[in-house]
């Protein structure tokens, strides 16, 4: 089993910058990609970036390339979103999930509210 914590929500304005953490436990060496989802009030949840564990490769939604950074830590168990220039339109709950196939997304961690004010 695997568990995924998130932290490093919070209130920003427009043009500032937030860090979120996802923190994998359990069996991590079972994961494939890591990737943050967002869901925004009435919507549905969609994708916003990942990294694959084993090369780093990397991939974004359009709406956050050139302002969103996700990387990971030397141990491969820590994935961070670096966002910078926040817009209102990137609020929402911020989900890290994972799982062990290249379309798998068997684990989900409980959220992190992100909150751009205009």
């Known amino acids: 089993q695997v568990q995924l914590v998130e932290s490093g929500g919070g209130l920003v304005q427009a043009g500032g910058s937030l860090r979120l953490s996802c923190a994998a436990s359990?069996?991590?060496?079972?994961?494939?990609?890591m990737g943050w989802f967002r869901q925004a009030p009435g919507k549905e949840r969609v994708f916003v970036a990942s990294?694959?564990?084993?090369?780093?490769?990397?991939w974004y939604t359009n709406s956050v390339k050139g302002r969103f950074t996700i990387s990971m830590d030397n141990a491969k168990t820590t994935v961070y979103l670096q966002m910078n220039s926040l817009k209102a339109e990137d609020t929402g709950v911020y989900y890290c999930a994972s799982g062990s196939g290249v379309a798998d997304l068997s684990y989900w961690g409980q959220g992190t509210q992100v909150t751009v004010s205009s």
């Open positions: 359990g069996r991590t060496d079972r994961l494939y990609n």
């Open positions: 990294i694959h564990r084993s090369s780093g490769n990397t």
